[in-house]
């Protein structure tokens, strides 16, 4: 039987749509840009701090961190309000960016990190439940495309302002650019989200759910982080992290069946078109972020181009994933099986990956630019997808907590994900040696016979990388598959987006 349709919001003021939408696209750009910029610049971090080993924690910090904030600010913003949840997620942020710009050592970079995550965590959830709250379920792929290349954009740039600031400045310069642009931010949001409808509604927060998924996840990432490095990977310590995370995931499972909040809803998420819109963003989403933080180092080691130059051929990915987000959202608010348009797109991401996997090295900046493109416009379309789908099958009370949860297991696919890939580069080869190596090769003054030998180890690595990629998102498209096609609610040109 098909659900009945969710409430839909109340007419919204046409004329604040944009200001609103402008005030929110800023926020978004400096979490989105966060999650990358700083991935051409890790070499280079390690190098200063004397620390290699532990270079990874950089990243996964931040996205651990942002995975636990993501569902809390949903659930905490249908409680308070969506204005002054955003400007906490704000302020929390740029006092993490500047812990970061000024950490003396590793251990605290990471830290500072962890609390940039928890703020940038806040942010793109509560953006995405402003759009529901202010257009109807037809109206939002338009306007939730507009987002998707909002993120898109910063998570490609990144990579490419890391790149420059740390060629030719310094790699603290990556978190000290975030403080003006983030003051901004919040003067901007503060304004427009003023205008915005409350949907009110008393939760309690799940602290103890909560704390089992970060130990259950530090636990796997801690096992993915140092094996193959710093122990074996049938080492005591690796298999005991290991098996203590499954213990732990299974601890967080039991305890959101009893909870009377749970951390994550799972009567929401065991919602079949839900649950599969959760398993198909899961994979999507999160290679997309795994791959934002390897694909800069594959460049470098594989191809040999510069922390700088590799940003640049970023580009053509930000060019295709903006064109396949902005597609697929024109297309679902005029398409009746709109469906179809992921299960179109996907293929060809996968197609490409496996064509990486096959041969890794040898591929020209013209060559690697048309690849990458093609791959983002076929992964780009499943940023509104997953979130107009979800959104449309919840009411409006809901919106906060179901677009924290879909968020929630976006990064923590990423976090995850990005794990893996970098245990796949770091892990491949004996005794710790791939963080040793990236070291020798991207120093300054590094040989071209040096780079060459280092291109070889590492292209059977990256092609490993890629194979698992298109698996992962053969996993999103098969849940595209089974999940239900229910229309969507509302006109479809009530608000025209600006051009």
Same mark, same amino acid.
């Given at each position: 039987?098909?659900?009945?349709?969710p409430q839909?919001p109340?007419?919204?003021?046409?004329a604040?749509?944009?200001?609103?939408?402008?005030?929110?696209?800023?926020a978004m750009?400096?979490?989105?840009?966060?999650q990358? /910029?700083?991935?051409?610049?890790?070499?280079a /971090?390690g190098?200063?701090?004397?620390?290699v080993?532990?270079?990874?924690?950089?990243?996964?910090?931040?996205?651990?961190s942002?995975?636990?904030a993501?569902?809390?600010f949903?659930?905490l913003?249908?409680?308070?309000g969506r204005?002054?949840?955003m400007?906490?997620?704000?302020?929390?942020?740029?006092?993490?960016s500047?812990?970061?710009?000024?950490?003396?050592?590793m251990?605290?970079?990471?830290?500072?990190?962890?609390?940039?995550?928890f703020?940038?965590?806040?942010i793109?959830?509560?953006?995405?439940?402003?759009i529901?709250?202010?257009?109807?379920?037809?109206?939002r792929p338009?306007?939730?495309?507009?987002?998707?290349?909002?993120f898109?954009?910063?998570? /490609?740039l990144?990579?490419l302002?890391?790149?420059?600031?740390?060629d030719?400045?310094?790699?603290s310069?990556?978190?000290?650019?975030?403080?003006?642009?983030?003051?901004?931010?919040?003067? =901007?949001?503060?304004r427009?989200?003023k205008?915005?409808?409350?949907?009110?509604?008393?939760? =309690?927060?799940?602290?103890i759910?909560?704390?089992l998924?970060i130990a259950?996840?530090?636990?796997l990432?801690?096992?993915?982080?140092?094996?193959?490095?710093?122990?074996?990977?049938?080492?005591?310590?690796?298999?005991?992290?290991?098996?203590?995370? !499954?213990?732990?995931?299974?601890?967080?499972a039991?305890w959101?069946?009893?909870?009377?909040?749970?951390?994550?809803?799972?009567?929401?998420?065991g919602?079949?078109l839900?649950?599969l819109?959760v398993v198909?963003?899961?994979?999507?989403?999160g290679?997309?972020?795994?791959?934002s933080?390897?694909v800069p180092?594959?460049?470098?080691?594989?191809?040999?181009?510069?922390?700088?130059?590799?940003?640049?051929a970023?580009?053509?990915?930000?060019?295709g =994933?903006?064109?396949g987000?902005?597609s697929?959202?024109r297309?679902?608010?005029?398409l009746?099986h709109y469906?179809?348009?992921?299960?179109?797109?996907?293929?060809?991401?996968i197609?490409?990956?496996?064509?990486l996997?096959?041969q890794?090295?040898?591929?020209?900046?013209v060559?690697?630019?048309?690849?990458?493109?093609v791959n983002g416009?076929?992964?780009?379309?499943?940023?509104?997808f997953?979130?107009?789908t979800?959104?449309?099958?919840?009411e409006?009370?809901?919106?906060g907590?179901? =677009?924290?949860?879909?968020?929630?297991?976006?990064?923590?696919?990423?976090?995850?994900?990005?794990?893996?890939?970098v245990?796949?580069?770091?892990?491949?080869?004996?005794?710790?040696e791939?963080a040793? !190596?990236?070291?020798?090769?991207?120093?300054?003054?590094?040989?071209?016979a040096?780079?060459?030998?280092?291109a070889?180890?590492?292209?059977?690595?990256?092609?490993w990388v890629?194979?698992?990629?298109?698996?992962?998102l053969?996993?999103?498209?098969?849940?595209v598959? !089974?999940?239900?096609e229910?229309?969507?609610?509302?006109p479809?040109?009530?608000v025209k987006p600006a051009?």
């Open positions: 039987m098909t659900p009945a349709p839909q109340q007419p919204f003021d046409q604040a749509v944009r200001p609103v939408i402008a005030g929110l696209m800023l750009f400096l979490s989105a840009l966060e990358t /910029i700083v991935a051409p610049a890790l070499a /971090i190098r200063s701090l004397n620390d080993e532990n270079l990874s924690w950089v990243v996964t910090a931040y996205l651990l942002a995975t636990v993501t569902p809390l949903g659930k913003s249908d409680i308070y204005r002054w949840m400007l906490i997620a704000v302020a929390i942020f740029l006092a993490g500047l812990a970061c710009a000024l950490a003396p050592s251990g605290v970079l990471i830290a500072a990190r962890a609390l940039q995550g703020g940038g965590g806040g793109l959830p509560l953006a995405q439940t402003v529901a709250d202010i257009l109807t379920p037809r109206e338009i306007f939730q495309s507009y987002s998707s290349v909002m898109m954009t910063a998570s /490609i990144g990579p302002a890391g790149g420059f600031l740390t030719y400045l310094h790699w310069f990556i978190f000290w650019i975030m403080l003006p642009m983030g003051f901004v931010a919040l003067a =901007t949001t503060d427009a989200l205008l915005i409808p409350r949907n009110d509604r008393p939760h =309690t927060l799940d602290g759910g909560a704390a998924m259950a996840a530090l636990a990432l801690l096992a993915l982080s140092w094996g193959g490095v710093r122990y074996p990977w049938s080492s005591v310590p690796i298999v005991a992290l290991l098996i203590g995370s !499954l213990v732990l995931w299974l601890a967080f039991w959101l069946k009893r909870a009377p909040e749970p951390f994550i809803p799972l009567s929401l998420v919602e079949p839900i649950g819109m198909a963003a899961f994979f999507s989403i290679t997309i972020i795994g791959l933080i390897v180092l594959y460049l470098e080691l594989v191809l040999g181009f510069s922390a700088s130059g590799g940003g640049v970023l580009i053509a990915y930000v060019v =994933t903006s064109f987000s902005l697929s959202g297309l679902m608010s005029r009746a469906k179809r348009v992921p299960l179109t797109a996907l293929p060809l991401s197609a490409t990956f496996a064509l996997a096959w890794p090295a040898g591929w020209s900046l060559s690697v630019c048309a690849i990458l493109m416009f076929g992964v780009g379309t499943m940023y509104p997953s979130t107009v979800i959104q449309n099958a919840v409006p009370q809901r919106f907590v179901a =677009t924290g949860t879909l968020n929630f297991f976006r990064q923590l696919g990423g976090a995850i994900i990005a794990a893996v890939f245990a796949i580069v770091l892990g491949g080869l004996e005794g710790g791939g040793r !190596l990236i070291e020798t090769v991207t120093a300054h003054g590094a040989t071209a040096t780079r060459t030998a280092g070889a180890h590492f292209a059977p690595l990256f092609g890629f194979l698992a990629a298109a698996l992962f053969a996993a999103s498209l098969l849940a598959v !089974l999940a239900e229910r229309p969507l609610r509302g479809a040109t009530r051009e």
